[in-house]
């Protein structure tokens, strides 16, 4: 284990295993249609890349560069979009992929950005939920939840701590 990980709260094996399941419920769900997954950069890279390649039926990626963190671990309660999505997205059944739904800023703020560009349907697929962490007022509801956790602040599978430990292949929470 990584030296400043004080304990592994999602093994590599559990990651896999579910990361599969939620793959065969989204392909059971939009089986019939062609659906475009938005993946939210950079935490949600490693989850979406699994995610995507366990996919039973056609569909198509594209990304968006939202944060509203800054180098610190506490959320800025603003968010900054740096990059925003190319593929047309009118008309198209859209798939936000996000690593954490924590205060539920960044969700919402992405569901509202992309929504205004007329989707057919629109649903996000998150790894984690923090459900004690929500900002009163939000209420993203995602459509897919891989696990819902304590408020612990975790990096590894895409997530970071200033920009370290996203390529640690489990969820472990920082010394
Ligand atoms: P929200 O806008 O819901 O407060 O925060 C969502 C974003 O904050 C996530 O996309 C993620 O980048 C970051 N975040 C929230 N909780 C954690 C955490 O426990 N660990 C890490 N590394 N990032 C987090
Ligand atoms: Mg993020």
């Known amino acids: 284990m990584h030296p400043d ?3 592994v709260l999602i093994s590599e094996e559990q990651l896999r295993v579910r990361v599969k399941e939620l793959a065969a419920q ?3 769900d939009y089986q019939g249609k062609h659906p475009l997954f938005v993946c939210i ?5 490693v989850f979406f890349s699994d995610l995507f390649r366990a996919m039973k039926i056609d569909c198509t990626c594209d990304f968006l560069g939202a944060c509203s963190y800054g180098a610190d671990t ?4 603003r968010v900054d979009l740096y990059k925003d999505v190319t593929e047309q997205i009118k008309g198209r059944d859209v798939i936000v992929v996000e690593d954490i739904y924590d205060t539920g800023i960044t969700l919402d703020f992405v569901k509202t950005h992309l929504q205004s560009k007329q989707p057919a349907s629109l649903s996000v697929c998150v790894l984690l939920d923090k459900p004690a962490r929500r900002k009163p007022g939000i209420d993203v509801r995602p459509e897919y939840v891989g696990f819902t956790i304590d408020p612990y602040f975790v990096v590894g599978y895409g997530l970071d701590c200033d920009q370290e430990y996203r390529h640690l292949p489990y969820i472990g929470i920082k010394k």
Request: net charge positive; proline share 0%.
């Open 74 to 77: 506490c959320s800025s309660g």
């Open 41 to 45: 950069l950079k935490g949600a890279v």
């Open 5 to 7: 990980i004080s304990s």
């Open 26 to 28: 989204i392909s059971a």
